[in-house]
Structure formats: structure tokens, C-alpha cells
């Protein structure tokens, strides 16, 4: 049977376009939007109800804000009920939200957030410094608090006056206001643990109910952020990415969030539809330990980063949904270094270098994979068969997801990770690649990488901070222990009238106050 | 217990003895699908156990220290025997408490939406597939070697050889996707329940048809068995109407035999849940159950199977039942 089980799966949403380009309605270009030309649909209108589509488990619900969300749709509606102090930006990487402003003292160690003015919880309460500082303290005070708000103590959270919180960070930190951007959901202060379900929020949207992961919120008519434009969001859990096209293709919802490339395919046919790609959400690098092992050698990671055919990888493995990689993370930020050149496939200097590294080419190669996101072993596959043609041999192991995080994840010489919540090149650089960060996958040690970015985390000057971060991108380029092929898009889909959806990656994708409905 | 009793004495409470055997059958039978299902429970316990990974691991987010992981792995229990789990586990069972998930909820909170919904699914598709098989299974024994019998021969086989995915794919395309007759998932509406009772049509069919593939050849079978019987064959020769003969002295023996096909379909359906729920997006237990296998949450798991394995244990009894009421009157 040539058939798959998946293939036959996908079926049922007509699945047919399957040589056919990837076309995304807008995003990167913004130019082909499906809204018909010339309709005066152009001007922003208020009304009508948004049924999103977003995905997640029934068994893995929770309605904590600073609780493990592993669901999408918990995500979702806790981010329109409650605001973080900062969102996700696209001209910079964080935005305002419920603090208004932020300023560093001299020393960048101790930061000043601003609360932004008639700011206030759904029963009318003003929001207060003591809100937002008993909130964070809970926050930091979860089992994964210390990696949520690194560098900050429990004590150093204060309130200053009623308007006024202070973060004091335990070392310099210039990107501080980085970390504010996505758990720092804002409750009423004392709020009881078994009263956290139904607690007011200070978010756009207003609980209208809650069911099995299921909403309806409407819209908060006082919002300080501005008029917010739906009358309301249904949130709709979906387990699987294919029910979710299929309900939006049969016009059940309105929005199929982070449905996925394959998804897209079987959409591209529908003219009433919109595929809305949302570039950089999603990096799946090959990991090379540094430390030891075979690919030690830089010479060896360089040769692999050569014999990667990344055009081939973005086309096949993302199905044309995503953009050639420069083994540079963080490709999303705006202090992204573009003018570092473009790596390309170049066999014969790859062949070379493995040869100067004296390289054992008669073995075969362990490649670790799982098949926890769509697209990743398959990448581990074709990238397999590409470097063959360096001369190296890689066998690909699929391993069971549990087993891969317990035994291979920051331990084996060769895996695939990915990452899909954060897009800063300091959020990568202080993850995973200072010699004593936590999730170092690929165990890099380079003193003065650790000394740029320490450097770069106490300068408060914007050029001699971005001379910095352009040089931790260059050893990042050069010697770190990523093979970075390629960027997957976030891909939502649409019906024809949904105006506005946000464009950003990851969890950027979750403010909905602007978007609107053209019907 | 060497006493015997004269026949037709009566027994304490004033039953009928005739009826005391079955009934102690009976009470046998359900403490022995207790048992069954305690096991089950165990070897729940015992395979979660077996799986790599652990729940703290599973619901933690990634990059947490191993300090908080042996913490969360404390506050979870998991550092105590799974024997000891599993017994305190059990011992809440009689009070309805089925413990709490690794991820802080009650099972019970969990469970008290979807299971009712894969309930109502299963119990239709059952009744829908018992419906369905009677009719298909006498229409065929009706016309004996016809046309329609070997046609219903062909299409029940293949109905029943068709996994639920297939049939759930082919009924989408065709009574949504193309006609538009039906909507293509279910959405939950505010009470926990499909938005439209609509929504129920396909999970339905899907389910029902490859059941109705397999009851309709037991009862097939069982009534051709039926019909070579001496009784049978002297109503026939008696010119009574084929379809007299068919419901008064064909259906009745055929009983026990359709009685433990269904009851084997209520397993076979149970199944089929976890596939046909996930692809419709109804909200039951089988979405429940394979996310929980996933997380390793224990609890949550041995919750589903307690429940499903109630409600199926209860059905097998009542086949049972059947099954001994049937051959009783026909031993008399």
C-alpha cells in the first residue's frame, strides 16, 4: 500500500494540491490578501462573533495562567481574559501592554514598569502595583518560575507606588522587559488557587462561559488598549489539526490556528479560504555537540552545514511553507544580522573539510529524531540523504518522544529540537548556548561568547549593544553546534471575511482586540 | 451445601426457585466482572509503569530542573510503590473518588463531560447496529441463496473488514464535504454537549456500520443455525408464514448467539471511540484516554477504563442474562 494511514486521514479534507506551491494569502508579502479587491471592506468595522479553532488535549486543560500550558486553546483564552505586562512586538521584539512603559535604572539590574492608566479588572477594580507583584511573585514561584523569570528573586519584585512595580535582577539585563512578554498573566491579588478559574481578567475579552476547554468571551466595552472590535471569540478545542480543517473548511469556524503546512495544501484549491502564514515561528535545527564526540570538530560542523541542501529542505519538509535558514537563531528579532552571507551547499568544500578534520567516513552516523512536530523526522530523512552525498553516512533513529527528552535531548552528538515560543537571537543565546545555560543542546563552550553576551546584557547604549549582538551572531554563524536549514512558517487558515489576524510567530498569534469580521 | 432441595420448593423472599439459579449465576457472573475489571485496573497500573517517562516529566515544561522534577514527582506520589498507588487508588473507588491527574484536576471533573457524551455514542451505535443487523441478518434469511442474501452476505463482510477510519473519511467526503448535508466536526457547546445533535450523525454512522458489518453475519448465522432445527423445519412444512416462523421460532433461539455478538460489539466500539473522536472532534473519553496515555497520568487513565469497563461489564452481565434466560426457557 503506498497509502499511509495520515495520507488517508488528510483525506477527508481533499487533499489533491499536492505538487502545487505554497501560497500564503498574505503575511510575509502581505500583497495577496483574498478579500476581494475594491470591496469596501477595507475600513476596520466592529461586530459580529469569531469562532476560532485552536488546538489542544481534553486531558491536559488548565485554566491557571501561570500553570503548564501544554494547550493551545488554553493559551489562546487565557491570553484574551488576562493581559501580560509586554507582548510580542514586531518593529521590537516586546510591546507594551498593561505596563504602559518600562526604564532601566544606570546599572540595568533594576527596572521600572509602569502600569498603563485606567487599567482595570473586569469587576471595575483599577489594576494596582500589588496586583501585578503578587501575580509575578506567583509566577516565580511555580516549579518552572526560576527559567520563566531568570536573574529575578522573589523579593525583587516590589511595588513602589500604587502605579509602579520594580524588577530587580540579579545581574545586568538589558532585555529584561524580554521576559514580561508571555506568562505574566495579571490576577487580582489574593487570589484563592481554587478561585482562579472564574477570576477576572484585565484582557480585551470578558468570560461569557467556559466548558472542557471550550469559551465564549465577549468583548470588554472598557478596555484601556483601545476599542476592541469583535463582540466576541469562541474558542473551540480541536485535537487534531485535521478535524480543525476539515471544521473550517465546512465553514464551522471561522479561524483554524497553527493548523499547520499540511493543512494549508489541502486549503490552497479553496478560493474561500485564506491561508495566513506567519514567517519565523518555528525553528527545527540538527543539534552537533560541541563538547565531544565526531562533530567536535568545527571543521566537521561546517563540512555538515555545507552539505545541507536547504532549499530542497524547506520545500519538501515544509511543503514550501518557510524560509531558508543561516544556522543563526532567533530569526524573527529585528536585531536579526542579515548581512551575514547566506550559507549554501557546496559539496566539494564540504568533502575538503571533513577530509583536513580527518573525519571517519566509513562510519555510520546515529541521527536522533522524534515525531513530536510535523515535518521533523522527515527533515531528519532528507537531510540523511543529502550529506551521503558529502560522503557521510547517517542512519536516522526514531525515538519515542519520552524517551528522546529523558536519554538523547542535550546528551547524543547528533538530533533534531525545535523550538516554537520564543523568536529573540538573546533569547536563544542565553538558553542555549552560554556554556552554563540549562538547555545547552549542543553543550557549546566558547569564552568569548559568554563574554559578548554578558557584555551585550549590561550595555544600555542601542548601537555599541547592537555591535554586540551582531558579534555574538557571528560565532553563533561560524562555531556554534546548530544546523539551522530552515524556518517553518505558523500557518492559520481562514474563512474569506476575517480581517486583521496577527502575523506575528509563536504566541504573538494570540491578540485578537483587532481583528475584525468583513460581513 | 449437600442438601438438595425438592423441585419447586420455595425459597427465602418467596422466589421461585426456577429463578434462583439464574439469579445466583448472575451474582456470580458480575463478582467475577468485578474481579476482571480490578485486574484491568491493575494492569493499567502496571503498563503505565512499564512506559518510559513519568508523568512529572510529561506535564512539566521543558528545560525544568531536575530538583523540581523530583519535587513534582513527590507531590505526584510517583516515588511510592506503584502497589501502593494502585491500593489507594482502589480504596477511594467505593467512595466515587478516582483521584486526582498530574496536572491537579479531579478525574471525576475531567470525566463528568466527555464520558457522558461517549455514552450516548456508544449506546445509540449499539442500538443502531443491533437494529441494523436484525434487519439486514432476517431480510437475509428470508430469501435463503437469493440475491439479497448474498449480496448482505458481501456487504456486511466488508462493512465489518473496514476500520472506523475509512468508513469516517468516506462519510465525510461524501455527507459533508460534498453534499453538505452534515456538519464535518463537532463543536462543544456551553453545556458540554454537541452544539446540534447533527454533529452526532457521522461519529455515529462510523462507528455503527463496520458493527452492523460484523452482527449482521452472527445473526445470520445464528439463524441458519436456527433454521435446520427439527421445530423449524415442522413450522415451515406446517405452511405457517415464513416471517411467522422467522419471528416466533427462528428469533428466540437466535438470541443468545445475536446477544453475545452485541455485547462483544460494545468492546469493539469502545475502541473504535478513541479514532472516531478524535477525527469528528467529539467530545468523549477516547480523546480523554489517548491524551492521558501520553501524559502517563495514571489516574486519569485507570478513570476512563474504569468507567467504559462499568458500562461495558454491565452490558456483558446483561447479555448474560439473556443469554441464560433464553437457554433456561428453552431447556423447559
Redesign the interface.
Known amino acids: 500500500m503506498g497509502v499511509t494511514?495520515r495520507q488517508?486521514?488528510w483525506?477527508?479534507a481533499?487533499i489533491g494540491a499536492a505538487g502545487a506551491l505554497a501560497a500564503c494569502s498574505s503575511g510575509t508579502g502581505g500583497s495577496k490578501d483574498a478579500a476581494p479587491a475594491g470591496t469596501a471592506s477595507s475600513q476596520p468595522r466592529a461586530g459580529g462573533t469569531l469562532?476560532v479553532g485552536a488546538l489542544g488535549?481534553?486531558?491536559?486543560?488548565?485554566r491557571d495562567p501561570h500553570?503548564?500550558q501544554?494547550n493551545e486553546s488554553d493559551y489562546l483564552i487565557i491570553s484574551l481574559l488576562y493581559d501580560t505586562l509586554a507582548i510580542p512586538g514586531t518593529a521590537t521584539n516586546t510591546a507594551p501592554r498593561l505596563a504602559a512603559s518600562w526604564k532601566p535604572s544606570e546599572d540595568l539590574k533594576t527596572w521600572r514598569f509602569t502600569i498603563a492608566d485606567g487599567a482595570a479588572f473586569h469587576d471595575g477594580t483599577p489594576v494596582t502595583a500589588d496586583d501585578v507583584v503578587w501575580s509575578l511573585q506567583r509566577l516565580r514561584n511555580t516549579?518552572?518560575g526560576?527559567?520563566r523569570l531568570p536573574g529575578i528573586q522573589p523579593e525583587g519584585i516590589k511595588a513602589e507606588d500604587a502605579r509602579t512595580v520594580v524588577l530587580v535582577s540579579d545581574y545586568p539585563n538589558a532585555d529584561l522587559p524580554l521576559l514580561t512578554r508571555l506568562t505574566t498573566f495579571v490576577l487580582k491579588k489574593d487570589t484563592k488557587d481554587d478561585a482562579i478559574a472564574g477570576a477576572p481578567g484585565t484582557g480585551p475579552f470578558k468570560l461569557d462561559?467556559y466548558?472542557?476547554?471550550?469559551a465564549?468571551l465577549v468583548r470588554n466595552d472598557t478596555w484601556y488598549g483601545g476599542k476592541v472590535l469583535l463582540d466576541a471569540v469562541e474558542v473551540?478545542?480541536?485535537?487534531?489539526p485535521?478535524?480543525?480543517a476539515?471544521?473550517l473548511?465546512?465553514g464551522?469556524?471561522d479561524v483554524a490556528s497553527n493548523v499547520g503546512a499540511v493543512a494549508a495544501r489541502t486549503a490552497e484549491a479553496r478560493k474561500d479560504v485564506q491561508i495566513l502564514c506567519r514567517p519565523n515561528d518555528m525553528a527545527m535545527p540538527i543539534v552537533m555537540r560541541t563538547a565531544d564526540g565526531p562533530f567536535a570538530d568545527p571543521r566537521v560542523r561546517e563540512a555538515l552545514r555545507l552539505a545541507v541542501d536547504r532549499d530542497a529542505m524547506v520545500k519538501q519538509v515544509l511543503s514550501g511553507y518557510g524560509s531558508v535558514g543561516n544556522d543563526i537563531l532567533g530569526t524573527g528579532d529585528p536585531a536579526f544580522a542579515k548581512d551575514i552571507p547566506q550559507r549554501k551547499r557546496d559539496l566539494a568544500k564540504a568533502k575538503q573539510l571533513l577530509a583536513d578534520a580527518g573525519f571517519d567516513t566509513s562510519q555510520t552516523y546515529d541521527l536522533i529524531t522524534t515525531e513530536d512536530i510535523s515535518g521533523l523526522a522527515e527533515s531528519a530523512t532528507l537531510f540523511a540523504t543529502q550529506v551521503r552525498e558529502a560522503g557521510v553516512k547517517i542512519n536516522v533513529v526514531k525515538q519515542?518522544?519520552?524517551?528522546f527528552?529523558?536519554a538523547t535531548w542535550l546528551k547524543s552528538p547528533l538530533y533534531t529540537t525545535y523550538w516554537g515560543t520564543n523568536d529573540s537571537v538573546v533569547f536563544f543565546v542565553s538558553?542555549t548556548m552560554l556554556s552554563d545555560a540549562?538547555?545547552n543542546e549542543a553543550a557549546f563552550k566558547d569564552p568569548a561568547f559568554d563574554e559578548a553576551y554578558r557584555a551585550a546584557t549590561a550595555t544600555a547604549d542601542a548601537a555599541e549593544r547592537g555591535r554586540l549582538l551582531h558579534r555574538l551572531q557571528e560565532i553563533e554563524f561560524a562555531q556554534s553546534g546548530y544546523l539551522l536549514w530552515g524556518m517553518a512558517d505558523g500557518i492559520d487558515l481562514a474563512g474569506a471575511a476575517v480581517r486583521d489576524l496577527p502575523k506575528l510567530p509563536g504566541y504573538g498569534r494570540v491578540q485578537l482586540e483587532k481583528t475584525w469580521l468583513a460581513r | 451445601m449437600t442438601t438438595l432441595q425438592p423441585a419447586g420448593a420455595r425459597a427465602p423472599h418467596g422466589l421461585p426457585a426456577r429463578i434462583l439459579p439464574g439469579a445466583g449465576r448472575v451474582a456470580r457472573q458480575a463478582a467475577r466482572r468485578l474481579v476482571l475489571l480490578a485486574v484491568l485496573l491493575a494492569g493499567v497500573f502496571a503498563a503505565i509503569e512499564l512506559f518510559p517517562g513519568d508523568a512529572a516529566g510529561a506535564t512539566s515544561d521543558r528545560g525544568v530542573t531536575s530538583a523540581d522534577l523530583a519535587a513534582r514527582r513527590t507531590a505526584l506520589g510517583l516515588d511510592r510503590p506503584v502497589a501502593e498507588r494502585f491500593w489507594d487508588w482502589m480504596t477511594g473507588l467505593p467512595t466515587g473518588d478516582l483521584g486526582t491527574t498530574a496536572r491537579g484536576r479531579h478525574v471525576t471533573d475531567v470525566l463528568a463531560g466527555p464520558f457522558p457524551n461517549t455514552l450516548l455514542l456508544g449506546t445509540l451505535a449499539l442500538a443502531l447496529s443491533t437494529a441494523g443487523a436484525l434487519a439486514l441478518g432476517s431480510w437475509a434469511t428470508l430469501r435463503p441463496g437469493g440475491r439479497t442474501d448474498r449480496a448482505i452476505d458481501a456487504l456486511s463482510t466488508a462493512a465489518y473488514a473496514l476500520p472506523e477510519f475509512v468508513v469516517s473519511v468516506a462519510l465525510l467526503l461524501v455527507l459533508s464535504q460534498w453534499t453538505g448535508w452534515l456538519p464535518a466536526v463537532t463543536l462543544t457547546g456551553p453545556d458540554g454537549r454537541p452544539e446540534s445533535w447533527t454533529m452526532i450523525v457521522l461519529p455515529l454512522l462510523s462507528l455503527a456500520i463496520p458493527q452492523i458489518g460484523w452482527n449482521t453475519r452472527i445473526v445470520r448465522g445464528a439463524l441458519a443455525d436456527q433454521a435446520a432445527l427439527p421445530h423449524v423445519q415442522a413450522a415451515i412444512l406446517d405452511g405457517l408464514p415464513r416471517r411467522r416462523v422467522l419471528s416466533h421460532h427462528m428469533l428466540p433461539g437466535a438470541l443468545p448467539a445475536v446477544a453475545v455478538g452485541i455485547a462483544t460489539s460494545a468492546g469493539m466500539l469502545l475502541g473504535g471511540t478513541v479514532v472516531v473522536e478524535t477525527l469528528f472532534n467529539y467530545p468523549g473519553i477516547g480523546a480523554i484516554l489517548a491524551g492521558a496515555i501520553t501524559d502517563r497520568d495514571t489516574p486519569l487513565v485507570a478513570g476512563v477504563v474504569a468507567a467504559a469497563g462499568a458500562a461495558i461489564s454491565l452490558l456483558l452481565l446483561i447479555a448474560d442474562l439473556v443469554r441464560t434466560t433464553a437457554l433456561g426457557d428453552e431447556r423447559r
Not at chain 1, 488535549?57 to 488548565?62: L, V, Y
Open positions: 494511514r488517508l486521514l483525506a477527508g481533499g469562532k488535549k481534553a486531558s491536559a486543560i488548565t500553570g503548564t501544554a516549579p518552572a526560576k527559567s462561559w466548558r472542557d476547554g471550550n465564549r473551540r478545542l480541536f485535537e487534531s485535521q478535524a480543525m476539515n471544521a473548511l465546512a464551522q469556524i519515542d518522544s519520552k524517551i527528552w529523558d538558553k540549562g538547555q
